[in-house]
């Protein structure tokens, strides 16, 4: 059974779209996150919510929008998507980091590329 | 703010040898995890090994331990008898133990270093 999943995994789309990729995970953790890892590949966090709740919003452009109906879920959204949004999007999850040093588990990645 | 700094872009290792992932941070805090993951081409972030900075005992996971110097502000990674499933980009991570406010469970990654495994 998969942990963290993500949809679509690849994706690619023109300049000025809008898209979203959609993450679920099934291990009722509380706290999920969105990160980007660049062309360079270095990962940085965008976005972490806690039930439902956005915690952190890392200076990300607001044409990034995430969403969680539920804590199950977290979905990405971008509009007017740009060359430099081309990246892979990993989403991941954990109990609520408060507690202690928990794993995050990462779902597989989405390849954006944006042409 | 926590910086992770991984000094070696590459590293290449023979098969059944040791190598060793060098990893420094920057921090003010007294208290924080740190974490090595792995990225083999798959992409997906595999955790390998994690570290408590209270604890002064060095973490060990089968093959992979840590060289764990707090003072240095240095985590190094340490794979025995390597195989070429090791294969893959290794990321050096900090997270605070405080989570409160905008660094909620936030991981701060290194740069990476690909890792080559030789037959």
């Known amino acids: 059974d998969t942990a963290v999943s993500q949809t679509p995994k690849y994706l690619v789309t023109q300049m000025g779209n809008d898209k979203s990729i959609k993450c679920e995970q099934n291990?009722?953790?509380?706290?999920m996150y969105w990160y980007k890892q660049d062309s360079k590949k270095f990962l940085k966090i965008m976005f972490s919510?806690?039930?439902?709740?956005?915690?952190i919003n890392e200076t990300v452009p607001n044409r990034f929008s995430p969403k969680s109906p539920d804590k199950a879920h977290l979905n990405l959204h971008i509009n007017s998507l740009e060359l430099g949004d081309s990246a892979v999007y990993f989403c991941?999850?954990?109990?609520?980091?408060?507690?202690?040093?928990?794993?995050?588990?990462f779902g597989p990645g989405t390849r954006l590329t944006v042409l | 703010a926590q910086t992770v700094t991984q000094s070696q872009p590459e590293m290449s290792v023979q098969e059944a040898e040791t190598v060793t992932l060098s990893c420094t941070y920057d921090?003010?805090?007294?208290?924080?995890?740190l974490f090595w993951y792995k990225q083999p081409p798959s992409r997906q972030m595999i955790l390998v090994i994690r570290?408590?900075?209270?604890?002064?005992q060095n973490a060990t996971e089968n093959r992979f331990s840590v060289n764990f110097q707090k003072a240095a502000k240095s985590f190094s990674l340490k794979i025995s008898d390597s195989q070429l499933g090791d294969a893959a980009m290794y990321f050096c991570?900090?997270?605070?133990?405080?989570?409160?406010?905008?660094?909620?469970?936030?991981?701060?990654f290194g740069q990476g270093t690909i890792l080559t495994v030789h037959p």
């Open positions: 991941a999850s954990s109990q609520d980091p408060r507690t202690g040093i928990l794993k995050q588990f």
């Open positions: 291990l009722g953790h509380d706290t």
């Open positions: 919510y806690n039930n439902k709740e956005l915690i």
């Open positions: 921090t003010s805090e007294s208290d924080y995890y």
């Open positions: 570290q408590e900075a209270y604890k002064q």
């Open positions: 991570a900090y997270r605070r133990v405080r989570a409160g406010g905008t660094s909620y469970g936030k991981l701060t």
